[in-house]
């Protein structure tokens, strides 16, 4: 069944410094998502993409944060001065519609330092 | 805010029992529902999803929709132990074609052999 990769698995990266989250969508899938989870709380909107352009951003998703469909295949989120606060989970999904379910990556785990 | 509520459990049920699972939410306009499944340190699953009022069943697993209530619940027949996880309510909301999903905070199944 086809599914949702996202690389790495865990990055550790010292306060300050950027960092790039990779995901490949499913192949058929028009619509993409980042999400995020802090440890011990709920799934949280960051942003999504549609059609190369960004369709609704969460006020976490600030002037830090972009992301990027660099080819026909990925899909990535930058964090461009990371702070304490930007460790969690952080979650890639996609989505056929944009009413359809959407099916998540196993997720990177961001530990800032 | 938009909201979605769960009770955070945990919730214990003998192996074979019905677990039922709940949850509310705020957004009167929201048309399409999932339940996700979260093991601990994984990424949620799809289990189900629901767009009409009433049941819609798959294997053990039954989804029931009230949007007069705004009411959401799961049951799951026949427990397993390992059915025991977090089970994330989600709800779509937002603007029609630019929607993301609102989680609630989960509500935790312990299923005893």
């Known amino acids: 069944e086809p599914e949702v990769t996202q690389t790495p698995s865990h990055q550790v990266t010292q306060m300050g410094q950027e960092v790039i989250l990779r995901c490949v969508p499913i192949?058929?899938?028009?619509?993409f998502y980042w999400y995020r989870q802090i440890l011990g709380q709920k799934v949280e909107f960051l942003v999504s993409?549609?059609?190369?352009?960004?369709?609704?951003k969460s006020e976490i998703f600030d002037d830090q944060f972009s992301v990027e469909r660099p080819d026909g295949s990925n899909f990535t989120l930058k964090i461009r001065s990371t702070k304490l606060e930007d460790s969690a989970m952080y979650f890639c999904a996609s989505s056929q519609g944009s009413n359809q379910p959407q099916h998540f990556g196993d997720g990177t785990r961001l530990s800032i330092l | 805010q938009k909201e979605v509520e769960q009770n955070s459990g945990p919730l214990s049920v003998p192996e074979g029992a019905i677990a039922s699972l709940n949850c509310t939410y705020s957004d009167r306009v929201s048309q399409s529902f999932f339940w996700y499944r979260q093991y601990s340190g994984k990424s949620p699953e799809l289990i189900m999803s629901i767009y009409s009022n009433g049941d819609k069943e798959d294997g053990r697993f039954t989804a029931q929709l009230n949007k007069a209530s705004q009411y959401v619940s799961l049951l799951i027949r026949d427990s397993q132990p390992s059915d025991s996880a977090t089970y994330l309510c989600a709800v779509l909301s937002g603007s029609t074609g630019f929607q993301k999903l609102v989680f609630g905070t989960g509500t935790r199944l312990l299923v005893s052999p």
């Open positions: 192949s058929n899938h028009l619509y």
């Open positions: 993409f549609y059609n190369n352009e960004i369709s609704e």
